[in-house]
């Protein structure tokens, strides 16, 4: 049970917001959903702490409830975004697939 349709969503979210066609509330729902998706289906650790990064620094540059005691301006997320997504286009084994490291 693999769930790369949902981790193709968060990219693509992603992309979108550096354009400003998404929005901080749209990336936090499609990484919720990748982090139950992995969590019911037992992706390699090296994804799932990427995607636990991902779920916190989206979290602290949207900070809801003013909890983030350290919350990410909207430059230092896009920054954060854009260099993600960057290394991921260079790392060909950086995928959720059964063989990840």
């Not at 981790?7 to 729902?29: C, K, M, P, T, W």
């Not at 992995?38 to 989206?58: C, D, N, R, Y």
């Not at 350290?70 to 959720?96: A, I, Y």
Request: aromatic letters at 12%.
């Amino acid at each position: 049970m693999f769930f790369a349709e949902e981790f193709r969503d968060l990219i693509e979210s992603a992309y979108r917001y550096l354009v400003g066609a998404s929005s901080v509330h749209e990336l936090n729902g499609r990484v919720n959903t990748c982090v139950k998706f992995a969590k019911a289906t037992g992706v390699s650790p090296h994804f799932s702490q990427l995607l636990g990064e991902w779920h916190e620094m989206i979290d602290r540059h949207w900070n809801e409830w003013g909890h983030c005691q350290n919350p990410l301006t909207e430059q230092e997320f896009r920054v954060w975004l854009s260099k993600q997504l960057m290394s991921m286009n260079r790392d060909p084994g950086c995928h959720p697939g059964p063989n990840s490291p």
